[in-house]
């Protein structure tokens, strides 16, 4: 079955370059989530989007934005890239109905030198 | 806000012995209850999940138990394969939407 891709798998950025990660949902899921995991971390909620609008928002530095297009797929832009930015980023997808439980992509390792 | 606390953070067993992971949160409102398993380089897998109006769900070697009264959870695996080697977490939510993890369980099984 198709799941939730990310891209890229691995990113190397310099303190204070920009960044972006791309999420593809699993076909026909409409609700995206982006979470942020340090390493030996839980996940943390940073955002989420369903049909293009911001669903609801987490702990989400302010130099983050994100935004949901029209075919569902997502990006999260970072800027200004701090140390403490280097972590594991996930995306994850579900229908908008509330039952309906995340299915997690295999995310994208980022490190700020 | 939701506060989910998970024990152990740590857990060895056998191959074949059961382990037993448990979680407590601190909303009442929370009625939504997945388990998650991370293995190396992946993202967290759905692997069983629990609603307020059930108190025991079972999935083959897989089986979760919630007591609202109390505010916690576990989850149980018996017949532990190499393969279960992995971190584990709880979350909890009002929904799949709104969850918070717990801090991970990781879990080795020696052969």
């Known amino acids: 079955a198709a799941g939730v891709i990310q891209s890229p798998r691995h990113l190397i950025k310099e303190k204070r370059e920009t960044a972006t990660l791309k999420c593809y949902p699993i076909?026909?899921?409409?609700?995206v989530y982006w979470y942020q995991q340090g390493p030996g971390q839980d996940p943390q909620f940073l955002i989420s989007?369903?049909?293009?609008?911001?669903?609801d928002k987490g702990s989400i530095p302010d130099r983050f934005s994100a935004q949901q297009f029209s075919d569902y797929h997502s990006e999260l832009n970072m800027s200004s890239l701090e140390l403490g930015d280097s972590a594991l980023y996930f995306c994850?997808?579900?229908?908008?109905?509330?039952?309906?439980?995340?299915?997690f992509g295999n995310g994208t390792r980022l490190t700020v030198t | 806000g939701e506060n989910v606390e998970q024990h152990p953070s740590t857990l060895s067993v056998q191959e074949g012995d059961s382990a037993v992971i448990k979680c407590t949160y601190s909303?009442?409102?929370?009625?939504?209850f997945p388990w998650y398993k991370q293995e190396l380089g992946k993202g967290p897998q759905l692997i069983i999940d629990?609603?307020?109006?059930?108190g025991e769900k079972k999935d083959q070697r897989i089986a979760v138990t919630l007591n609202k009264t109390a505010k916690h959870f576990s989850l149980h695996i018996t017949e532990t394969q190499p393969e279960d080697s992995a971190v584990y977490f709880c979350?909890?939510?009002?929904?799949?939407?709104?969850?918070?993890f717990g801090s991970g369980t990781q879990l080795t099984v020696l052969p």
């Open positions: 989007f369903y049909e293009k609008m911001q669903s």
């Open positions: 076909p026909r899921h409409d609700t």
């Open positions: 909303d009442s409102a929370s009625n939504y």
């Open positions: 979350a909890a939510g009002g929904s799949a939407r709104q969850l918070t």
């Open positions: 994850a997808s579900s229908l908008r109905d509330w039952n309906s439980p995340l299915h």
């Open positions: 629990i609603r307020s109006n059930v």
